[in-house]
C-alpha cells in the first residue's frame, strides 16, 4: 500500500507499488502456496497473471509432484469475468470461481471452459469458502488483494499472518481503494496484532503481523 494506505490509483489504470526485490519475495511466497486468490475487481482492473515467474521456483514445484504455478481462486457476485483475463489464461493450475448463487449459472455459461464455478451461496462466505479450498487440497491459501478481500478475511479472523508492504509515496485520491474498508477487526485497541518482523526491501518496507497461533516466522 502507500503511504497513505492506498493499494492502487483512484482510476482504472494499473499502479505498481513494489520494487523489483519485492516482487521477488512475493514470487518466492507464491511458489510456497497450494492457491493465490483475488477479487474479482482485482482481475478486472489489473489483470494480473498470477503465476510463479521464477523457472526454477516452478521447477521445484514439479519435482515435488505440484503443478507448476498454484491454482487461482476468485469470487463475484455478477460474474462480469473475461474468460481472456490473464487470470484465466495463464499457468496450467486450476482456477476456481466461487460465485454468489444468484449469477452462478451465468458463472458457468461464461467461465465454464476456464475454470470451475462454484455455488458459494448467498454471498460468498470466505470461512466456509476456505473450508472448501481445504477439501479441494489447499492447505495454504495467499490473498493478494484487493481492499473489499482483504477486510473480509481479516474480520472474518481467518488470517494466519498479514503481510504489509508500504510503498514511499502517496496516492492521495479517495476514489483509489484503501488496504482495507471498514468493519470490526479482531485486532483493535483492546486487542494489538503482533509485530513478527519488520524488513526494508529496497525503497519498500514489509511489515508482518502474526495474526495466529499457525503463524511461523521460519515459513517466509
Ligand atoms: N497493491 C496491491 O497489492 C493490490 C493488490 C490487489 C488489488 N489492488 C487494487 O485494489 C483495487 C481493487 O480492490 P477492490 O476492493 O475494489 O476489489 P477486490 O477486492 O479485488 O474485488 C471485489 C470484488 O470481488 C467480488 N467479491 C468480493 N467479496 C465477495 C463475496 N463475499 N462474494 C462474492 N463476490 C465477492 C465482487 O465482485 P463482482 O463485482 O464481480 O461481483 C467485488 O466487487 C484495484 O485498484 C487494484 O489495483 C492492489
Known amino acids: 500500500m502507500s503511504l ?21 519475495r512475493v514470487d518466492a511466497l507464491r511458489a510456497g502456496c497450494d492457491a493465490i486468490l483475488v477479487g474479482a475487481a482485482t482481475i478486472r482492473t489489473d489483470d494480473p497473471r498470477l503465476t510463479v515467474r521464477t523457472r526454477e521456483r516452478a521447477q ?32 496450467d493450475s486450476e482456477k476456481l470461481v ?21 455455488d458459494g451461496g448467498g454471498r460468498v462466505d470466505v470461512r466456509r469458502m476456505g473450508e472448501d479450498l481445504a477439501v479441494r487440497g489447499v492447505q495454504r491459501l495467499m490473498v493478494e488483494g484487493g481492499g473489499t478481500v482483504h477486510t473480509q478475511f481479516l474480520t472474518a479472523d481467518v488470517v494466519d499472518e498479514l503481510h504489509l508492504v508500504v510503498a514511499p509515496f502517496f496516492v492521495g485520491d479517495s476514489r483509489a481503494r484503501r488496504f482495507v474498508g471498514d468493519g470490526r477487526f479482531p485486532w483493535n485497541p483492546g486487542r494489538r496484532a503482533t509485530l513478527a518482523e519488520v524488513r526494508p526491501i529496497g525503497d519498500v518496507v514489509l511489515l508482518r503481523y502474526a495474526l495466529s497461533p499457525r503463524f511461523r516466522l521460519e515459513e517466509d
Open 4 to 24: 497513505d494506505g492506498y493499494l492502487g490509483s483512484g482510476t482504472r489504470r494499473r499502479l505498481l507499488m513494489s520494487n523489483d526485490a519485492d516482487f521477488d
Open 60 to 91: 521445484r514445484r514439479v519435482a515435488r509432484g505440484l503443478p507448476p504455478t498454484p491454482a487461482k481462486v476468485t469470487l463475484t457476485h455478477r460474474a462480469d469475468l473475461d474468460p481472456r483475463a490473464r487470470f484465466f489464461a495463464t499457468g
Open 98 to 118: 466461487y460465485c454468489g448463487s444468484a449469477q452462478v449459472e451465468t458463472a458457468r455459461a461464461r467461465l465454464g471452459t476456464v475454470a470451475t464455478v462454484v
